[in-house]
């Protein structure tokens, strides 16, 4: 399923930022270059507001921060690694390593859902967070997340 939105270019395998807003900047970025008909404020604002509800970093070392835009008709995803760690003011209190942003469309909760569901059976399984880390190109980590997943 994630083989149809995760590419390559949707990675950032060395992220700069040390906090969530400024990993919201950095990978807003990548959205923004995917989609370049998006609004960078808009999309951001959106971003900042869904994370104001509740940290989306719900899973040790790992961020899920999302939003729904009506200006897409397929989810968007970048997906950034940093070495250091990002403080995320995650559940655990412990930085993130691996961030997962997604923009949804509208008009498709369903598709929203699944792929929330599938990310989280992915980030289940025990060597999904080890593998991810070690990898040191977006091709080698978009190719390690599709395996996974298709061991599911």
Do not use: W
Request: aromatic letters at 6%; one cysteine or more.
């Amino acid at each position: 399923m994630l083989e149809k939105f995760i590419k390559p270019e949707s990675v950032n395998v060395d992220l700069q930022s040390t906090d969530k807003e400024e990993v919201f900047e950095e990978l807003n970025e990548i959205l923004i270059s995917l989609c370049p008909s998006l609004d960078r404020a808009e999309v951001l604002k959106a971003l900042l507001e869904r994370e104001q509800k509740m940290t989306t970093g719900i899973i040790p070392g790992i961020a899920i921060p999302h939003a729904i835009s009506d200006k897409i008709k397929e989810p968007v995803f970048a997906i950034g690694k940093s070495k250091k760690g990002i403080d995320f003011d995650s559940l655990d209190k412990k930085p993130v390593h691996i961030i997962f942003m997604i923009l949804f469309p509208a008009d498709d909760t369903s598709l929203h859902l699944n792929i929330m569901q599938r990310l989280a059976l992915l980030f289940n399984k025990a060597e999904f967070y080890n593998s991810v880390m070690e990898k040191l190109t977006g091709e080698q980590i978009v190719n390690t997340i599709l395996a996974i997943e298709e061991s599911l």
